[in-house]
T-cell receptor, first 120, second 113 residues
Framework: GAVVSQHPSWVICKSGTSVKIECRSLDFQATTMFWYRQFPKKSLMLMATSNEGSKATYEQGVEKDKFLINHASLTLSTLTVTSAHPEDSSFYIC????????????????FGEGSRLTVL | GESVGLHLPTLSVQEGDNSIINCAYSNSASDYFIWYKQESGKGPQFIIDIRSNMDKRQGQRVTVLLNKTVKHLSLQIAATQPGDSAVYFCAETRKTSYDKVIFGPGTSLSVIP
């Protein structure tokens, strides 16, 4: 099946630094990637939708200057948390949709294994 | 606002029993629903899906029921096993310009051996 890889799987950084998280579709082309954020014992909250070659669409309340998203190719999207602070500590999960459109029998999306960010 | 929600935040069941996890949604425009399983520290794993033109769909040990009249769906797990212990999310997609997938709050299922 289709695989989505996230890197790093976990990262610890100092407050004020920036952290980049990569999301790669390994065996398919993803025209659309989604970035989610998940706090402990909470659900996945959609942050933004990333379309290859265009600006990301952010959900209400998500600061686009804080969470920079780039989708430069059909297999790679990156999320950069700029000037990270302890409240940005969270589990960030990306998902990808195939270029062919709806991915039947897979729940629409292929998910990465997540990246846990801890800001000291 | 419109959202997908769950009735029970936690559920404990005896091994071998059947589990039922419920989910309510508020937007009648939602046309596709998915159940995901998430184990600790991992990304969501697809379980089963159902489209709004169906009211029941069965998989291996799992069944999803959709009641559009009351905007409710459920996930039934037969003969629950310890490996089923996880958090379960229902999710929906709506007919918007970019079909984002919105997750419900989740139910933690604990299987008692």
């Amino acid at each position: 099946g289709a695989v989505v890889s996230q890197h790093p799987s976990w990262v610890i950084c100092k407050s004020g630094t920036s952290v980049k998280i990569e999301c790669r579709s390994l065996d398919f082309q993803a025209t659309t990637m989604f970035w989610y954020r998940q706090f402990p014992k909470k659900s996945l909250m959609l942050m933004a939708t990333s379309n290859e070659g265009s600006k990301a669409t952010y959900e209400q309340g998500v600061e686009k200057d804080k969470f920079l998203i780039n989708h430069a190719s059909l297999t790679l999207s990156t999320l950069t948390v700029t000037s990270a602070h302890p409240e940005d500590s969270s589990f960030y999960i990306c998902s990808a949709r195939t270029a062919s459109g709806r991915a039947t029998n897979t729940g629409e999306l292929f998910f990465g294994e997540g990246s846990r960010l801890t800001v000291l | 606002g419109e959202s997908v929600g769950l009735h029970l935040p936690t559920l404990s069941v005896q091994e071998g029993d059947n589990s039922i996890i419920n989910c309510a949604y508020s937007n009648s425009a939602s046309d596709y629903f998915i159940w995901y399983k998430q184990e600790s520290g991992k990304g969501p794993q697809f379980i089963i899906d159902i489209r709004s033109n169906m009211d029941k769909r069965q998989g291996q040990r799992v069944t999803v029921l959709l009641n559009k009249t009351v905007k409710h769906l459920s996930l039934q797990i037969a003969a629950t096993q310890p490996g089923d212990s996880a958090v379960y999310f229902c999710a929906e997609t709506r007919k918007t310009s970019y079909d984002k997938v919105i997750f419900g709050p989740g139910t933690s299922l604990s299987v008692i051996p």
